[in-house]
């Protein structure tokens, strides 16, 4: 018998879940680009949607300006693949759950889908709240802030990466249940510890919103509140994913308390 017969190749495996890996891959570049192909038409229109909020609360006279040569050009465009990416959000998921999908216990594959579920209609929500709740204060204020002669005209390109870091940081302060559930359900804290350090908590939402905001307290406090009641939110959800102990700790204290009531 030859000795390729005798002994499995241990590389198979790794190779084969390689090549799984690179189509999962290939199928998120795949929709992202046929995605940013359908909204390219539109790149224009979809920025003149995400300006509104800025542009109600210039003065008559302002408008948005581009400083740079390309920028009419390249700020939609940039605009429409950031937003072929976040469209495609549910697809990358469930890309990367089919992946790891067949190395989980079913009891962990009851609790990771609904909590992929959660993570992503969070994040939406997040996304949400800055455009409908933050955006409109926080450009009210800051263009009221202007001094005296002076013309609010904000650069295109500016204003795009103005809005996705803002995007981006009520995204992701808007996963604090997941965080929270998760350390819970990985045994890593237990519900009481994290009631007993709401305090510090509460006094990180708040550097938290003074880091990833502008410098006014109506965008930091916009953040980190949500931030503080979504932890009590997580808090309150992570008492029922609480870790059980395993059936062999609870045969050993049973044989525990059965001995020391027979002495």
Known sequence: MSRNNSQPDPELPLISHLIELRDRLLRIVL??????????????QIYSVLAGPLMKHLPANSTMIAI?????????????????VFVSVPVILYQFWAFVAPGLYKSEKRLVLPLL???TV????????????VFPLVFGFLTAAAPEGVAVMTDISKYLDFVLTLFFAFGVCFEVPIFTIVLVWTGLVTPAQLAAQRSYVVV?????GMVLTPPDAISQ???????????EVGL???R????????????EKSDVDKISLQK
């Open 240 to 251: 029922f994913f609480v870790p059980k102990a395993d059936a062999g700790d609870e045969a």
């Open 122 to 133: 969070l994040f939406y929500l997040g996304v949400a709240f800055a455009y409908f709740v």
């Open 204 to 208: 990180g939402a708040f550097i938290v």
């Open 236 to 238: 309150l959800f992570s």
């Open 117 to 119: 579920v959660a993570s």
């Open 221 to 231: 406090t916009l953040l980190a509140v949500p931030m503080w009641l979504l932890f």
């Open 31 to 44: 929709c992202v680009l046929l995605i940013f192909l359908g909204l390219t038409t539109y790149a224009n």
């Open 68 to 84: 740079e040569v390309a920028s009419p050009f390249f700020t939609p465009f940039k605009l429409a693949l950031v937003l072929s």
